[in-house]
Nanobody
Framework: QAQLVESGGGLVQAGGSLRLSCTAS????????MGWFRQAPGKEREFVAA????????SYADSVKGRFTISRDNAKNTVFLQMNSLKPEDTAVYYC?????????????????WGQGTQVTVSS
């Protein structure tokens, strides 16, 4: 079982950048395919990005493609989300999640473990 803790959120102006981190304890993060999701006020939690165990496969939501980059450092038990060219509509609580199955998945129901989330606010 994995415990996930996100960090790196904050307030940034439109056009700026943030780097989110997700550190795992318990089982090592290399055991999982990892994903990032986000949830804005009054909206459903939505898929942002996912990465396989060895980093050669990634997937992104269309809304963040070309602006966000997911990566991982298995030696540091950490997954990252580099967010560039941020827009006010990126404002949300961002969650990392771990999936035990060896496949890239995009639905919240397919992830077994979740962090507590980190707030990202983008001002216009």
């Amino acid at each position: 079982q994995a415990q996930l803790v996100e960090s790196g959120g904050g307030l940034v102006q439109a056009g700026g950048s943030l780097r989110l981190s997700c550190t795992a304890s318990g089982r090592t993060v290399r055991s999982y395919y990892m994903g990032w999701f986000r949830q804005a006020p009054g909206k459903e939690r939505e898929f942002v990005a996912a990465i396989n165990r060895s980093s050669y496969l990634t997937s992104y939501a269309d809304s963040v493609k070309g602006r966000f980059t997911i990566s991982r450092d298995n030696a540091k038990n950490t997954v990252f989300l580099q967010m560039n060219s941020l827009k006010p509509e990126d404002t949300a609580v961002y969650y990392c999640a771990a999936n035990e199955r060896p496949t890239i998945v995009t639905m919240t129901s397919e992830y077994e473990y979740w962090g507590q989330g980190t707030q990202v606010t983008v001002s216009s």
